[in-house]
T-cell receptor, first 112, second 111 residues
Framework: DAGITQSPRHKVTETGTPVTLRCHQT?????MYWYRQDPGHGLRLIHY???????DKGEVSDGYSVSRSKTEDFLLTLESATSSQTSVYFC???????????FGQGTRLTVV | QKEVEQNSGPLSVPEGAIASLNCTYS??????FFWYRQYSGKSPELIMS????GDKEDGRFTAQLNKASQYVSLLIRDSQPSDSATYLC???????????FGQGTRLTINP
């Protein structure tokens, strides 16, 4: 397995609370991605990063923010969690543009 | 919106037969194409990549790319029950440096 660790693996939180998910890599890869996966929607890109402090929005970025202050860490923050953000969140990394990405184990987030 | 389309299935194939999975994409400048396999409750696993027109074979898997028609396919020969999974097609959006996924096709291999 590629050296990717997501934390936490499971989380239950209340509506309106802030939540931060962490993705940590040991591969020194340039590109990092956050996806969410929901039944009937496949994998949808939330945000991605192409270097330290370089990030951009994906197709479902509303309600989410990210930060990347070090090559190895990419944080996803839900500023005020809503029930629609209940999902499985995957982090992925890629070393070179145009090559495939490798995924972490996923975080199952439930907002009640 | 650049899109990647797959038939969500389920696709049911008898053991030992060839499973054929298809994917179309809308962005003509895409250069890199990938197939991922995802078992229930697990993360996606990269199984094939293809960059030029034609076929690429790896064991029982063959990826086919036709850029003129904007489709990618995955053939699985001698299908096994362990091949039962959801298969995700992904296309590299080179302009924006991101990977766009289709919805996935759920494949079931029947013993």
């Amino acid at each position: 397995d590629a050296g990717i660790t997501q934390s936490p693996r499971h989380k239950v939180t209340e509506t309106g609370t802030p939540v931060t998910l962490r993705c940590h890599q040991t591969e020194n890869h340039r590109y990092m991605y956050w996806y969410r996966q929901d039944p009937g929607h496949g994998l949808r890109l939330i945000h991605y990063s192409y270097g330290v402090k370089d990030t951009d929005k994906g197709e479902v970025s509303d309600g989410y923010s990210v930060s990347r202050s070090k090559t190895e860490d990419f944080l996803l923050t839900l500023e005020s969690a809503t029930s629609s953000q209940t999902s499985v969140y995957f982090c992925a990394i890629s070393g070179t543009q145009g090559l495939g990405a490798f995924f972490g184990q996923g975080t199952r987030l439930t907002v009640v | 919106q650049k899109e990647v389309e797959q038939n969500s299935g389920p696709l049911s194939v008898p053991e030992g037969a060839i499973a054929s999975l298809n994917c179309t994409y809308s962005d003509r400048v895409s250069q890199s194409f990938f197939w991922y396999r995802q078992y229930s409750g697990k993360s996606p696993e990269l199984i094939m990549s293809i960059y030029s027109n034609g076929d690429k074979e790896d064991g029982r898997f063959t990826a086919q790319l036709n850029k003129a028609s904007q489709y990618v396919s995955l053939l699985i020969r001698d299908s096994q029950p362990s091949d039962s999974a959801t298969y995700l097609c992904a296309v590299n959006d080179q302009g924006a440096q991101k990977l766009v996924f289709g919805q996935g096709t759920r494949l079931t291999i029947n013993p």
